[in-house]
């Protein structure tokens, strides 16, 4: 009998055979590609964040179509606005940032799904992620708002909204506020286990939505926890959440895989912004190779059991995926 009679290697031996048996495949469709929408008539770099821009609203339909021919179809926008008030109010504003730009994207490339981030921290001038009530981020008064962020949101052109404020009770409120509006149509996709992170970091400097005092550990979660994490996630379903989402995704892998186990909605992981620029800092300097690297990391957050993947890599990687 010769020894082994079991080789896997017998299948690793070339590519072709590699590839016949792969378990996980990244193709661009499963890709949302977030972009940052300022109110100035300049595209801008974004320093924290290398190989990122804010964008002028004229040019974010530019972006959509370079992202359409690369394969991707879907993309996320986060707005900076002109002014920022304690009430976050240009985030409602029919002529707020991301409402224009969804406006030129959904007439210019209809077919690009089109989500909006439906938060406050981007046009409050504290940064925290809702009304205060003294230091306190209020629940409830945050809730009439997040509704009313939606329904500007899709009545403007998006397709989904996309609550990342983690406040109790929004999915459901954002619900029936679209429903009322005659927005049945319009989906949520709900950060439902969003955690406190420091891996936020590079975005906070992008979006200028740092708390100007505290944190957000009294509304995101803390990341030791995982069973809460199933819970945020029945509850958000329950509401009525059409995707649910993990993020931050590389540091929380082990999350990815239980939500994806205890739901059946579509589950999205969200690459973020500090995961971006650790990996952009470190290529830069020569120390990885950038294109295996980010391969790597998105394969295995999709091998961990997400369907969806939010990322800023997105455009490179479809690039790479054509090649
Ligand atoms: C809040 C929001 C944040 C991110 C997405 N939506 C920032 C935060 O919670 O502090 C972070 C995304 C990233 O780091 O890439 N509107």
Redesign the pocket.
Known sequence: MPFPVHRPRRLRRTAALRSLISETRLVPAQLIY?LFVHAEPEPEPIQSMPGQMRWPVEQVAERCREARDLGLRSVIL?GIPKSKDAIGSEAYAYDGVVQRAARYCKDAEPDVVLIA?T?L??YTDHGH?GILNGTEVDNDATLEVLARIAVSQIEAGFDMVAP?DMMDGRVGVIRSALDSAGMADAAIMA?SV?YASA??G???DA?D?APKFGD?RSY?MDGANAREALREVKLDVEEGADIVMV?PALAYLDIVRQVRDSVDVPVGA?N???E?SMVKAAAAAGWIDEQSIVLENLTSIVRAGADIVLT?HALDVARWLQA
């Open positions: 977030p986060f981030d938060c921290d981007e992620c990342s950060y969003k891996y936020y590079p975005f906070r979006a939505c957000r995101q993020k969200y973020v912004s500090g971006y800023y």
